[in-house]
């Protein structure tokens, strides 16, 4: 099995991680972990390489300067040579045996691809987040997992360390993340999987850890790359229009779209009018990817103060799409 773990900046919390891994399977030199130190000024390398007689097998690759975390991961996944591959974040951790119950649920079931719960653990409150699928233990058909545009599903819930995957997968191009992405980098990813692998399965267990909430965490950070929401989505819309059921997954992809960047306007909005307005170009940009009458139906759903701020729109309700010029740019909000 491989462990693909990115980490930049994270002295404070990747010992915790890697001791995690090395009570993971009954047999540990079956455990090849591939941490990526992508540009830490901390010293994050060098715990890493203190760590390294603790493993049959670490690898530790070194970025002089930072590239993402979707670089990151796919540099890991191109040395990764397990049957099995896993993710974790440096800021999170496994519960012991976690992994070994994974993928001995892989091997029974046979599936592609297994998700599972986590805990979140915000400042030492912890609560179950739990994959939306009630189906427990059962080989199930990934497209069924795209769901309704109206119901949480399983893409809603794209969190990449929270499962493990059949190595086959990245020979077949469906492990890989979208380059130079920070943020945003798990959507079109889950996307890809539900549209593209064959099988799956949900299981149980409560061996996950997720920190919330971390300093260094970009959920927290507010610049230009959370701008990558437009460009994942954009790879998203690209994969349903080329799918051969894409007017069953419209409705989804776009409400998605719009949520997420209603997500991001209201954190920009007062703090970089200017980020915020090219947010909403990029969005007209996406839409223009989708079919009109999708995206009008969606936004006529939206609360009032939603398309408010997808619009620019105090009242709210404007509910009229205006799509992108011929040229691909963005249709300039200040002429509307």
């Known amino acids: 099995m491989s462990v693909v773990v990115p980490a930049r900046d994270q002295a404070e919390h990747v010992e915790a991680a890697l001791t995690s891994l090395t009570r993971q399977l009954d047999d540990p030199r079956e455990l090849e972990v591939i941490v990526v130190d992508d540009g830490s000024v901390d010293g ?41 591959v896993a993710f974790l974040d440096p800021d999170d951790w496994f519960a012991r045996g976690h992994l070994q119950h994974l993928s001995d649920a892989l091997e029974h079931l046979g599936v592609d691809f297994l998700r599972c719960d986590h805990v979140r653990d915000d400042h030492g409150t912890r609560s179950v987040h739990a994959v939306p699928e009630h189906r427990r233990d059962l080989v199930l058909d990934p497209r069924d997992g795209i769901g309704a545009a109206h119901l949480t599903t ?14 086959r997968l990245h020979d077949e191009g469906l492990l890989g993340f979208v380059a130079g992405l920070h943020t945003a980098e798990d959507r079109a990813w889950i996307w ?15 061996g996950a850890f997720y920190r919330r909430g971390t300093p260094t965490s970009l959920t927290r950070v507010l610049d230009r790359r ?47 009018p200017a980020l915020a307005a090219e947010l909403r170009d990029g969005v007209d940009v996406t839409l223009a990817i989708a079919p009109p009458e999708v995206v009008s139906a969606t936004l006529r759903d939206l609360a009032p103060r939603r398309r408010a701020l997808l619009l620019g729109d105090p009242t709210g309700t404007d509910v009229s799409f205006a799509p992108a010029r011929a040229d691909g740019s963005a249709t300039s909000r200040s002429s509307r």
């Open 44 to 84: 994050t390398g060098g715990i890493v390489e203190e760590m390294s007689g603790r493993f049959a097998r670490l690898e530790l690759v070194r970025n002089d300067t930072p590239t993402g975390v979707a670089n990151a991961r796919n540099t890991g996944l191109a040395l990764a040579r397990g049957r099995h």
């Open 154 to 167: 399983p893409v809603d819930y794209p969190f990449v360390p929270f499962g493990l995957y059949d190595g």
């Open 192 to 206: 890809r999987m539900h549209l593209h692998a064959r099988t799956w399965a949900v299981v149980g267990g409560l």
């Open 226 to 272: 959370q701008l990558d929401v437009i460009h994942a989505y954009r790879e998203i819309f690209l994969l349903v229009r080329r799918d051969p059921a894409h007017e069953r997954h419209w409705a989804k992809a776009v409400r998605q779209l719009l949520a997420m960047a209603c997500h991001h306007l209201a954190r920009l909005a007062d703090v970089d």
